[in-house]
């Protein structure tokens, strides 16, 4: 089982910026996609970013230019760069992580428990 620790939000002016983390632990794993989704109250989740195991990102349009995915060097850890924050990029912020379990060959799908990001004067 993996499980996903968030850290990092919070409330931030506009224009302002945010960095958010995202650790993965437990069974050995091997990671094919890391991701960032959001959600706000009766809206359906939204990817905003993900990173392919192989390095490569991809974004929403609404995010493109202000916001950076990242994973860290030799750690099982996503990071989240928010530049240039707008009011409408006010949401809870999840991580999401898919690949397989080294143990069993299993393909695992794991969530963080979300993280608050409010952009406000």
């Known amino acids: 089982q993996v499980q996903l620790v968030e850290s990092g939000g919070g409330l931030v002016q506009p224009g302002g910026s945010l960095k958010l983390s995202c650790r993965s632990s437990?069974?050995?794993?091997?990671?094919?996609?890391m991701s960032w989704y959001r959600q706000t109250p009766g809206k359906q989740r939204e990817l905003v970013a993900t990173l392919t195991s192989n390095g490569r990102p991809d974004y929403a349009d609404s995010v493109k230019g202000r916001f950076t995915i990242s994973r860290g060097s030799g750690e099982d850890v996503v990071y989240l760069q928010m530049n240039s924050l707008k009011p409408e990029d006010t949401a809870v912020y999840y991580c999401?992580?898919?690949?397989?379990?080294?143990?069993?060959?299993?393909?695992?799908?794991?969530w963080g428990q979300g993280t608050q990001v409010t952009v406000s004067s």
């Open positions: 437990g069974s050995v794993f091997n990671i094919n996609y």
């Open positions: 999401n992580v898919r690949g397989v379990v080294v143990e069993t060959i299993r393909p695992f799908n794991s």
